[in-house]
């Protein structure tokens, strides 16, 4: 089998290519020329979005072909104090640029929002920003013209003391969403609230594509063993186009299970890699480590090292 890996927004190999450059709420304020503040945010996100492609051209140019964006590429954008203006006004070439190249280069992309996005909260004015939130995930994925494929991965969400009617909620509330954005969201189970099975039977229910974080499944579940959860997981990508997603990270330490290490140890994920052998499956493995790309070359360096794998370029192996 052939396991491709990702790096989340920044690539630490490179200097002064952020691509999360922002404008603080006071310091637009402060800014007397409104309009002249709104040009100022729209400079920085296109320097965000030109970082983001010098970012992929160093990805594909060593061999990664899975990427997820920064989720802060507009700053403010959704904000009342930017509401009325058209970013994608003045920054249509700098996604077009962005989608030409991940096309070309036939790379994974995806975004993954911020943790105030939650579609199942009970409370009214949550779910209808989080879903105004989504829809511009959407439109800038949209800009850059990429298909479905270009995916959204969130969390189920809160669980507001009673998972059961959280969990309905949720599906309540899925009516609401627009069709361009459902065909584009997969869920990920959690490390606090929802398990990988709990969040796999929500995304059956829904038709939707499972992320499955091995970490995650460490720090929070049932008891379920993953070789048990591997199949139905991968099956609800069927007809998407894609090959199963999954996160990997380790944990910063044991008193700190949580929170995630600079790096990847490669006994953190060999186990699942020796489970998925099992069904001769590719899958692509984002990597969520403090040193970004940098951890995933040495992850890559360190797997071919050992027995069975083989260096297939910078950012894939095979498994045998």
């Known amino acids: 089998m052939n396991i491709r890996f990702g790096f989340v927004a920044m690539a630490l190999s490179l200097q002064n290519a952020s691509p999360s450059q922002t404008m603080t709420v006071t310091h637009f304020k402060k800014l007397v020329d409104r309009e002249a503040a709104l040009r100022k945010i729209t400079r920085i996100a296109s320097s965000n979005l030109t970082n983001t492609l010098r970012i992929l051209r160093h990805a594909h140019a060593s061999g990664i072909h899975v990427y997820r964006f920064s989720s802060r590429l507009i700053p403010l954008f959704g904000h009342d104090l930017t509401k009325e203006w058209d970013f994608f006004r003045y920054l249509h070439k700098d996604f077009e640029q962005l989608g030409d190249f991940i096309r070309e280069k036939q790379m994974r992309t995806s975004f993954h929002p911020e943790h105030f996005t939650l579609i199942n909260s009970p409370r009214e004015d949550v779910v209808n920003h989080s879903i105004e939130d989504l829809k511009r995930y959407a439109q800038m994925l949209e800009a850059m013209g990429l298909d479905s494929r270009a995916k959204i991965v969130l969390h189920v969400g809160g669980g507001y003391q009673n998972k059961t009617r959280s ?154």
């Open 167 to 320: 969990l309905e909620r949720f599906k309540r509330h899925w009516s609401r969403v627009p069709n361009n954005v459902k065909e584009r969201l997969t869920l990920e189970n959690d490390d606090k609230t929802y398990t990988a099975v709990e969040t796999l039977n929500l995304c059956q229910s829904l038709g939707v594509p499972m992320v499955l974080d091995i970490h995650h499944h460490r720090c929070h579940h049932d008891g379920t063993d993953l070789r048990d959860l591997v199949q139905p997981i991968f099956k609800t990508w069927r007809g998407t186009g894609l090959v199963p997603k999954i996160h990997v990270s380790s944990p910063k330490d044991e008193t700190d299970f949580r929170r995630h290490a600079a790096f990847i140890d490669p006994d953190d994920l060999i186990p699942f890699l020796d489970i998925v052998r099992e069904f001769d499956q590719d899958i692509d493995v984002m990597i969520e480590a403090k040193q970004k790309d940098e951890a995933l070359f040495q992850l890559v360096q360190e797997l071919t090292k050992r027995p069975g794998f083989r260096r297939i370029d910078g950012g894939t192996v095979s498994y045998c």
